[in-house]
């Protein structure tokens, strides 16, 4: 059914959430599917991103949000909380008995402070391993892979990203997501390199879903821009309340 969803003419609007009501807000405005921000579940309990929050963290707001939505629930891995194989495929196993159906995993690692992109060739291994792992348990699982390139900002990020996916491809990925992509020509490359589905994700410059659909992109997500956007919105009426001393805002 989730893999279904990034077949469709039209692209796949994922709204990341970090807790059980930004979920419940998102389907009651008619998404058809939800997905954790890793950054946003970071700061919501006082942490950095870059897997510092531990995954029996992830795992407990993970599973009240999956019990408390109705919408398919997608889960932000990092690199996947784990250093082999069978222990992130446990892990996804254990996401995926909590209702999860998709999982994202990115080829960067932070290293004392500092993302950089994992050899392509040892990333690409570990995929089909876990993928071997998860189909040896009976699990199926949508795992999308989150290629780096253009996040880091790093030299010809699309020669760079047009590599990685042909691996990950043969690898055993269903998806590719390339945060930071947004230049039309770029897209439109990429989503006529694959059959796999191109997720791309909400930065200032972004072209509109209309051009998005165009260029072939099926898979449109959020990041952690939503809750940055939320935490903004409070930090003004907060300002409010105490210039104006009185709690109007609140009811506007």
């Known amino acids: 059914m989730f893999k279904e969803l990034h077949r469709k003419d039209e692209p796949l609007i994922i709204c990341n959430v970090w807790d059980v009501p930004s979920a419940l807000i998102a389907e009651r405005n008619a998404f058809s599917a939800i997905g954790t921000s890793s950054a946003a579940i970071a700061k919501m309990i006082g942490k950095e991103d870059g897997e510092n929050v531990l995954f029996e963290e992830l795992m407990s707001i993970v599973s009240a949000i999956s019990k408390?939505?109705?919408?398919?629930?997608?889960?932000?891995?990092?690199?996947?909380?784990g250093e082999t194989p069978r222990i992130i495929a446990k892990n996804i196993i254990e996401l995926v008995q909590v209702g999860v159906v998709g999982v994202n995993i990115e080829d960067s690692i932070v290293v004392q402070g500092k993302r950089q992109l994992c050899d392509s060739t040892a990333f690409s291994k570990m995929l089909k391993s876990v993928r071997a792992l998860l189909s040896e348990a009976g699990v199926e699982v949508f795992i999308n892979v989150r290629s780096d390139a253009y996040l880091l900002s790093v030299n010809?990020?699309?020669?760079?990203?047009?590599?990685?996916?042909?691996?990950?491809?043969?690898?055993?990925?269903?998806?590719?997501?390339?945060?930071?992509i947004k230049e039309p020509d770029d897209i439109k490359v990429v989503t006529a390199s694959t059959a796999l589905p191109i997720n791309v994700m909400c930065v200032p410059d972004l072209p509109d879903f209309v051009v998005l659909k165009k260029l072939g992109v099926k898979r449109i997500s959020m990041g952690n821009f939503v809750h940055e956007a939320i935490l903004a919105s409070l930090s003004s009426v907060l300002t409010s309340v105490v210039k104006e001393q009185s709690f109007k805002q609140l009811f506007v």
């Open 68 to 81: 408390a939505s109705r919408l398919p629930l997608t889960v932000d891995i990092e690199s996947g909380y």
């Open 156 to 180: 010809c990020a699309l020669e760079v990203s047009l590599a990685r996916i042909e691996k990950y491809q043969q690898s055993g990925a269903d998806g590719i997501f390339l945060p930071c």
